[in-house]
């Protein structure tokens, strides 16, 4: 914790045990809860953290049986929200006759189809620019670095038709 933020929480811990104090609330109380605040690491995010610079690719690119390339989507890293149509139903049934608790639940629902809808469009042009790079880079794939390609200092007119259909 800074020391600013600490000394914050002493300024406030003398003011309430000094001023404004709360009833049921004494001083060795707000000792506890300041010391309880100072004992919290300053970057909460690193106790669920799992593995240090681990990344995981959205795609695996692997060589298939024809000579082609096989470009799928990783399971870990693909989100999959679903919307369960029966529950859906069955709560817009009991709530058919609250006006604002079904506007609510539709707003919630349509807001739940964009999302699907927003992830499934990220989803292709994920796929769509892998297949791309992939096109590009094939002798870099099957022969390694000495024939990779460097498109990003060679201007290349396909580039910004990659998103394309052709």
């Known amino acids: 914790m800074s020391i600013a933020a600490v000394n914050a929480f002493n300024s ?6 000094g001023h404004g104090r709360r009833p049921g609330v004494d001083e060795d109380d707000l000792r506890d809860v300041l010391r309880e605040i100072r004992a919290l ?5 690193n106790q669920f953290h799992s ?18 390339w096989q470009i799928e989507f990783n399971p870990e890293t693909l989100p999959g929200p679903l919307i369960n149509q029966t529950y859906f139903l069955e709560v817009s049934r009991l709530t058919a006759n609250y006006a604002t608790h079904k506007a609510f639940l539709n707003e919630c629902f349509n807001n739940a189809n964009w999302l699907i ?5 990220r989803a292709k042009t994920i796929l769509k620019v892998a297949a791309e790079i992939v096109r590009q880079q094939d002798a ?9 390609s460097h498109s990003i200092s060679e201007p290349s007119p396909r580039r910004s038709t990659c998103m394309r259909r052709p």
């Open 51 to 68: 593995g240090a610079g681990r990344h995981h690719p959205d795609v695996l690119i692997k060589p298939s049986p024809d000579g082609r």
């Open 12 to 17: 406030l811990v003398c003011a309430i045990a």
């Open 41 to 45: 690491g300053p970057k909460p995010r």
């Open 140 to 148: 870099f794939l099957e022969h390694g670095v000495a024939h990779c």
């Open 117 to 121: 809808r927003s992830l499934d469009q």
